[in-house]
């Protein structure tokens, strides 16, 4: 019964785990079509929605100013993933954080 009960527990704490906000970055293009990287923290559960919800935010520069507002997302991946497209990856990489 006690192995039953350990089992269980690591299954609540895994569900548990994953409701936590995760760090993204996100390829974005602006208004102008001019592209970014965004970061962003949503629930895994939630990243769709969050995604769909960033066209019209802003993207900021390191003063916490806004710089662009977001037309598209191309993509978002886990901050330490890499992005598909070599273009992000380099803009990725040349992006302060």
């Avoid at 019964?1 to 760090?23: C, E, R, S």
């Amino acid at each position: 019964m006690k192995p039953l009960l350990f089992g269980l527990i690591g299954v609540a704490v895994t569900v548990h785990a994953n409701d936590y906000p995760q760090d993204h970055k996100c390829h974005v293009l602006d208004d102008l079509g001019t592209a970014h990287i965004h970061f962003v923290s949503f629930k895994p559960s939630l990243r769709l929605t969050a995604i769909d919800q960033l066209p019209g935010q802003w993207v900021l520069d390191g003063y916490g100013k806004p710089k662009a507002k977001i037309a598209k997302v191309e993509q978002c991946v886990r901050t330490q993933s890499q992005f598909a497209s070599r273009d992000a990856q380099l803009l990725d990489e040349n992006t302060p954080r």
